[in-house]
Structures are given as structure tokens and as C-alpha cells.
T-cell receptor, first 116, second 111 residues
């Protein structure tokens, strides 16, 4: 059974703190993604990784960094949390992209982050 | 850039009624995904469509991709409270590597 887990369901941090969000998948997927979801804005891609130690910027990478040291783990880092980073963060993973098409992304349960 | 538009934005139906949610793309769809999200939780994959005219079903939920591959519809038959949630469509970006998502349709089912 497909399994993507995220380190926390709820998190409260203060402005300026460094925040780590972790995501682990057990499907041996090459690709992993971090999104944030905000009302009225839908899902927006922050970063993605298609291999260990590889990363690509998504649509809104500012204020975030990522780390992928092992295939199964993809971390999102907020270097200095700000109130506008209060959001729902969703991690996803998918298998290799096929010629002419993609692969289904499987999502974790999400982390609801509140920055005070 | 490719965009996905979902309609309606929200929907309230009486239990037992049928309903349809639409997802329209500004460009040809090469892979169309439907997800369901319970409020405050992650996305659950429902089904994927790739070929024009393709139709798939999962329990009482049926999704279809039109022949031109620019619109998909999700149809729920005899809705139940368990169907309530947010339905999102996603599509493979024509440039590859990324999936784009619609804004979602919030479904409420009145018992």
C-alpha cells in the first residue's frame, strides 16, 4: 500500500525560527514534491526533487530550501519563518516519468503550520 | 502556461442526488488526475485518465476525459455524506516534470 508520511500534522512556530518539515515515502519513488495549499490559491509547488541530492525550484521557492540526502526522505526548510508562511504543507511522491506522460503523485496527510 | 479551471467552486447537494464537477484545461491534457481531499487532510488519489474518450469508475465515482482531451468531468451517483470534501483535478504540465492543479471544488452533502 502506498505510504507517504509527514513528520507533524500540526506545528506552531515563532517568527524567525528555523523550521524543518520532513516527508518520508516507502514506495521507492524517484520524484518528491513539496506544495503549500492556501484558500483561494490552490496547490502551489515550492520545490521538487527527481533524484537524491537533486532539486528544482517550483513556482514559489522564495523563503524555502530543501534537502534530499536519501531517496525516501525529502525535507522542506523554512530558514527564518514568517507569518506569511502560515499554511498547509503537502508532500507528494511519484515514480519515474514515462515517455509522453507523467506518474500519479501520492500525497502525505499534510502539515498545518502556524507562524506567530 | 497551462491552467486548469474547475467548476463549480462549491456544491451543496442532498444525499442521494447525482452531481458533476468539471475540469477544463487551456491546453491539451496528456494526463489528468482526480484527487479527493477531506478537510484539513492530504489528497487521496482517485483515478488517472490519459486517452481521449477514456472513462474510469471507482465505486460510485466516474470520471471521463473528452475526445479533444481538454475537459474532464467527475460524476458522483447517489451522493453520500462520505463523498463530502474537496475534489481537485491535476494535469501533467506539457513541459514535463510538474503537475498543475485546479483550485478545487468543495462538495457538501446534506444528510
Amino acid at each position: 500500500d502506498v505510504k507517504v508520511t509527514q513528520s507533524s500534522r500540526y506545528l506552531v512556530k515563532r517568527t524567525g525560527e528555523k523550521v524543518f518539515l520532513e516527508c518520508v515515502q516507502d514506495m521507492d519513488h524517484e520524484n518528491m514534491f513539496w506544495y503549500r495549499q492556501d484558500p483561494g490559491l490552490g496547490l502551489r509547488l515550492i520545490y521538487f526533487s527527481y533524484d537524491v541530492k537533486m532539486k528544482e525550484k517550483g513556482d514559489i521557492p522564495e523563503g524555502y530550501s530543501v534537502s534530499r540526502e536519501k531517496k525516501e526522505r525529502f525535507s522542506l526548510i523554512l530558514e527564518s519563518a514568517s507569518t506569511n508562511q502560515t499554511s498547509m504543507y503537502l508532500c507528494a511522491s511519484s515514480g519515474p516519468w514515462l515517455a509522453g506522460g507523467g506518474e500519479t503523485q501520492y500525497f502525505g496527510p499534510g502539515t498545518r503550520l502556524l507562524v506567530l | 502556461s497551462q491552467e486548469l479551471e474547475q467548476s463549480p467552486q462549491s456544491l451543496i447537494v442532498q444525499e442521494g442526488k447525482n452531481l458533476t464537477i468539471n475540469c477544463t484545461s487551456s491546453k491539451t491534457l496528456y494526463g489528468l488526475y482526480w484527487y479527493k481531499q477531506k478537510y484539513g487532510e492530504g489528497l487521496i488519489f482517485l483515478m488517472m485518465l490519459q486517452k481521449g474518450g477514456e472513462e474510469k469508475s471507482h465505486e460510485k465515482i466516474t470520471a471521463k476525459l473528452d475526445e479533444k482531451k481538454q475537459q474532464s468531468s467527475l460524476h458522483i451517483t447517489a451522493s453520500q455524506p462520505s463523498h463530502a470534501g474537496i475534489y481537485l483535478c491535476g494535469a501533467d504540465n506539457t513541459g514535463g516534470f510538474k503537475t498543475i492543479f485546479g483550485a478545487g471544488t468543495r462538495l457538501f452533502v446534506k444528510a
